[in-house]
Protein backbone atom coordinates (compact mmCIF):
# COMPACT_ATOMS: atom_id res chain seq x y z
CA UNK A 1 0.00 0.00 0.00
CA UNK A 2 1.90 2.64 1.13
CA UNK A 3 6.08 2.91 1.54
CA UNK A 4 8.58 4.90 3.79
CA UNK A 5 8.80 7.66 0.77
CA UNK A 6 4.94 7.98 0.69
CA UNK A 7 5.39 8.50 4.97
CA UNK A 8 7.96 11.33 4.55
CA UNK A 9 6.26 12.67 1.56
CA UNK A 10 3.24 13.51 3.79
CA UNK A 11 5.49 14.34 6.63
CA UNK A 12 6.78 17.12 4.40
CA UNK A 13 3.47 18.32 2.69
CA UNK A 14 2.03 18.41 6.66
CA UNK A 15 5.31 20.99 7.70
CA UNK A 16 6.12 18.01 10.80
CA UNK A 17 9.14 16.52 11.99
CA UNK A 18 9.28 13.09 12.89
CA UNK A 19 11.74 10.87 14.61
CA UNK A 20 12.11 6.96 13.23
CA UNK A 21 9.91 6.02 16.01
CA UNK A 22 7.23 8.73 15.58
CA UNK A 23 7.08 7.79 11.26
CA UNK A 24 7.24 3.98 11.86
CA UNK A 25 4.42 4.57 14.60
CA UNK A 26 2.75 6.92 12.08
CA UNK A 27 2.91 4.55 8.95
CA UNK A 28 1.65 1.55 11.36
CA UNK A 29 -1.62 3.59 12.14
CA UNK A 30 -2.05 5.14 8.54
CA UNK A 31 -1.78 1.22 7.37
CA UNK A 32 -4.45 0.62 10.27
CA UNK A 33 -6.55 2.78 8.94
CA UNK A 34 -6.61 2.00 5.30
CA UNK A 35 -6.97 -1.61 6.27
CA UNK A 36 -10.00 -0.46 7.42
CA UNK A 37 -11.31 1.42 4.79
CA UNK A 38 -10.58 -1.44 2.47
CA UNK A 39 -13.08 -3.45 4.52
CA UNK A 40 -15.71 -1.01 4.56
CA UNK A 41 -15.40 -1.38 0.59
CA UNK A 42 -16.38 -4.73 0.71
CA UNK A 43 -19.95 -4.07 2.23
CA UNK A 44 -22.72 -4.08 -0.27
CA UNK A 45 -24.18 -0.66 -0.10
CA UNK A 46 -26.40 -1.14 -3.21
CA UNK A 47 -29.85 0.25 -3.30
CA UNK A 48 -29.22 2.21 -0.17
CA UNK A 49 -29.58 6.19 -0.19
CA UNK A 50 -26.65 8.09 0.63
CA UNK A 51 -27.07 10.03 3.94
CA UNK A 52 -25.95 13.76 4.21
CA UNK A 53 -26.48 14.05 7.71
CA UNK A 54 -27.06 10.81 10.45
CA UNK A 55 -29.67 12.59 11.93
CA UNK A 56 -31.74 13.78 8.91
CA UNK A 57 -34.78 12.53 10.54
CA UNK A 58 -34.71 15.44 13.19
CA UNK A 59 -36.72 18.24 12.49
CA UNK A 60 -36.01 22.00 14.16
CA UNK A 61 -38.82 22.28 17.28
CA UNK A 62 -40.35 26.03 16.90
CA UNK A 63 -43.61 27.93 18.66
CA UNK A 64 -46.15 29.56 17.19
CA UNK A 65 -45.50 32.69 17.28
CA UNK A 66 -48.07 34.30 19.25
CA UNK A 67 -49.11 38.18 20.15
CA UNK A 68 -48.76 38.81 23.60
CA UNK A 69 -48.65 41.61 26.17
CA UNK A 70 -46.13 44.32 25.67
CA UNK A 71 -43.73 45.85 28.25
CA UNK A 72 -43.92 48.76 29.80
CA UNK A 73 -41.34 51.48 29.47
CA UNK A 74 -40.17 51.11 32.64
CA UNK A 75 -40.26 47.01 32.78
CA UNK A 76 -38.33 47.36 29.35
CA UNK A 77 -35.90 50.12 30.61
CA UNK A 78 -35.38 47.90 33.89
CA UNK A 79 -33.08 45.62 31.65
CA UNK A 80 -31.16 47.97 29.26
CA UNK A 81 -27.36 48.51 31.28
CA UNK A 82 -28.01 52.43 30.67
CA UNK A 83 -30.54 54.65 30.02
CA UNK A 84 -30.96 58.39 29.62
CA UNK A 85 -34.29 60.48 29.16
CA UNK A 86 -36.29 57.09 28.92
CA UNK A 87 -34.21 56.00 25.76
CA UNK A 88 -31.62 53.39 26.17
CA UNK A 89 -27.98 54.15 26.07
CA UNK A 90 -25.09 52.59 23.89
CA UNK A 91 -21.77 53.87 23.21
CA UNK A 92 -21.05 56.07 19.89
CA UNK A 93 -20.66 54.30 16.84
CA UNK A 94 -19.53 57.31 15.01
CA UNK A 95 -16.62 59.54 16.38
CA UNK A 96 -15.73 63.09 15.50
Do not use: W
Not at 32 to 39: G, I
Amino acid sequence: MLSSEDIENLQNLCRIKCTATELEEFFDGIQKVLSYVEQLQEVDTAGIVPCNHVLSIIANVTRKDEVGGLLSRDAFLKNAPDQVAGMIRVPPVIKE
